[in-house]
């Protein structure tokens, strides 16, 4: 068995073992084995990079068995490690094995702890399946797991109605996507005759184009990607992903699920680069995503709501980078948004595990001495997320503003107003929650704020790190890393000049979003309480999140629901189907009926009958003979 392979298999023996054993050999076994396994994964993975160094940076290519044959054509579950798939799968094992660890303390009390990590277990297979298969046939194979266990673990607590509808929301969302994504497969297979992924970047790339547009194909792998990666019109999913464990939403947010999308996109530059269409389709979707999620989250009150609205903005950014053919800026995007945003989940598990499950935070308050491990490193992941330098997402989230200005590939300065404002409104909505959490007097209930302690070490010890990650991880330099693979677009014309502009900007951003949710928030926070009354409206809009969801039931929920219940049930089910039934069986009962008046024990009537038969086949026979 190679390594590659390994690296696969580790997480799906954990998923094995805690789901068959783990019930019977205690927490303390499920800890180990859960924990355990995607953490030699991450060690494996770290091997493997070292050998991807060492032979000078040439893809390790690894087939763990022929799946089968069609005509001439082989599908082999093979893996392939180059320098975007190492970034992904240290990202996935490294930060996953962390909220392994800290989930540790958060599900120690439910009951349900071996199902919990076996499922958390399954994640991280299916994620690493996706990232590290060789082909779109074993990345689709990873695409469709990945959503089965968000299903899963989302619903995770499927006695709640509304918890177990999340998942099945999450569910059913995602399955658009996908038909597109496959549309997208069987385009490229019936023209290339393979879905080798390093092969059809190569027929793209190739003096003579293949026969099927490359945007056409684009627009139709983007299209799955909306689905995983929760961009417009197929993010209404991923906000309502908070309501599993909050591990999970940090998994989910943070180091798997939604990144699926944008390293689909990255991975098939090669398209890409020859689809500008789709590509100025990408950028457009990204900056409305980025957007419309901002002004959502600026009016939400549930922590995890205003995280789940600022994630689905943060991609947001991410396809905006790859619109403009900035790949590795967004790759380097997903990897700082995975160490700042899992540190902002787990933050609020944390606060959420002290304030005895409230999630409101304007019931909070004062938190910052009660839980200073806590305030310290949320405080530090807001930092980082609102683009304050030297932090992490100062460097990634510049980037992505200088290429929405200056790349040759689709940049321009409507791009940059639209998310340099959408960046203000992030640095406003991150302070904002930081302030009203931490800061001003409490206003919990007594009773709640009597019990106020600061989380185990299990939860702080993953904190602490992860925070680490967020304030140094910009320094990781991951667009000059993956450039041998996917280089960084050109510069338009006389744009040099502006860069220094749009740095000094981006500090200014955060600057000014930091004042703003001081001056608004300072004290008892009646200055954004006049704003609010004043705007009545307007927030009312926000807070209610445009009505997508409301929009979405009237114009498809109701008319399917009413085409299921009178076509398909009454008219398809009860009528044809019932009807045909019901009337084959009355017929039968009916013959059978008169028939039966035969069966009436005279032996005269029987002796009758069988001389009229006799008679019948002798007149038959006479004529015919």
Partial sequence: MGLLTLIVLLPL???????LLGNRLGKGFVSAVGCGLPAIAFAVAVKCLL?????????????????TMVGQDSFEVAFWFDRLSAVMVLVITGIGTLIHIYSIGYMHEDRSYARYFAYLNLFLFFMLLLVLGR??????????GVGLSSYLLIGFWFGDMEKAAAGKKAFIVNRIGDAAFLLGMFAIYSVLGTLDMPRINAAFM?????????????????IGATGKSAQIPLYVWLPDAMAGPTPVSALI?????????VYLIARMSGIYLHAPEASSVIAVIGAMTALVAATIAIAQDDI????????????????????????GVAVFHVVTHAFFKACLFLGAGSVIHAMSGEQDIKKMGGLAKKIPITFVTFAIATAAIAGVPPLSGFFSKDEILWFALASDKGGSVLLLAVMAFTALLTAFYMFRLLWLAFFGRPRMLKEVEHHIHESPLSMTGVLMV???LSAVGGFLSIPHFLEPMVALPGVRPGMNAFHYWVVGGSVAIAVVGFVAAAWFFAGDASRAARVREAFAGVHKVLFNKYYVDEFYELVIGRPLHWVSENVFLKLGDRLLIDGTLNGLAALAQGAAG????????SLHKYAFLVLVGMVASLVWMWRHG
């Fill in 466 to 468: 992860l925070a680490l």
């Fill in 51 to 67: 050998d991807l160094k060492g032979g000078g940076w040439t893809p390790i290519a690894e087939t763990a068995y022929l799946w």
């Fill in 594 to 601: 008169r028939l039966s008046r035969v069966q009436s024990g």
């Fill in 13 to 19: 023996l954990g998923f094995l073992v805690n789901g």
């Fill in 253 to 261: 947010h943070a180091a798997t699920m939604v990144t699926a999308g």
């Fill in 206 to 222: 190739g003096a003579s184009a293949p026969a099927v547009s490359a945007s056409l194909v684009g627009i139709l792998l983007f």
């Fill in 135 to 144: 082909s779109l046939l074993v990345l689709f194979v990873g695409w469709e």
């Fill in 304 to 327: 995890k709501k205003v995280l789940a609205y600022s994630t689905v903005s943060q991609l947001g950014f991410m396809f905006v980078a790859l619109g403009v053919g900035a790949y």
